[in-house]
Nanobody, 115 residues
Framework: QVQLVESGGGLVQPGGSLRLSCVAS????????MGWYRQTPESSREWVAA???????RYADSVRGRFTISRDNAKNTVYLQMNNLNPEDTALYYC?????????WGQGTQVTVSS
C-alpha cells in the first residue's frame, strides 16, 4: 500500500500563488509517476499535471505556463507551484501516485481563488 498526504491548499486572491505538497509513504517503487488532479462539484476529475521519476513534467493546457510540478525523490514528495491563479482554478486538488502495482489517491486539498 501507498499512502498520500496533501497540504498547502487555502484561499487566495486572483493573481496570487499557492504551493501544494504531497508526501507519499509505504511501498513506494522506484519507477513511479506522481501527479495532480482537480475536481469541482460541477465537473468530473480533471488531470492537471504529472511527473514520472526522471522524466519531463507534463501539463494540461489550462495550467501550462502558470503551474510547475516538481519532485523531491529523496522525500517521496511532489509539489505543485501554482502562480497567477484565477477563479476557474478553484477546486479540490488530489494527488495521485501510480506504479506497475499500485494506484493511490490522496484525500484532497481545497484551493479557493476569490477576491
Amino acid at each position: 500500500q501507498v499512502q498520500l498526504v496533501e497540504s498547502g491548499g487555502g484561499l487566495v486572491q486572483p493573481g496570487g500563488s499557492l504551493r501544494l505538497s504531497c508526501v507519499a509513504s509505504g511501498q513506494i517503487r522506484e519507477i513511479n509517476d506522481m501527479g495532480w488532479y482537480r475536481q469541482t462539484p460541477e465537473s468530473s476529475r480533471e488531470w492537471v499535471a504529472a511527473k514520472a521519476r526522471g522524466a519531463a513534467p507534463r501539463y494540461a493546457d489550462s495550467v501550462r505556463g502558470r503551474f510547475t510540478i516538481s519532485r523531491d525523490n529523496a522525500k517521496n514528495t511532489v509539489y505543485l507551484q501554482m502562480n497567477n491563479l484565477n477563479p476557474e482554478d478553484t477546486a479540490l486538488y488530489y494527488c495521485r501516485y501510480s506504479d506497475s502495482w499500485h494506484e493511490e489517491w490522496g484525500q484532497g486539498t481545497q484551493v479557493t481563488v476569490s477576491s
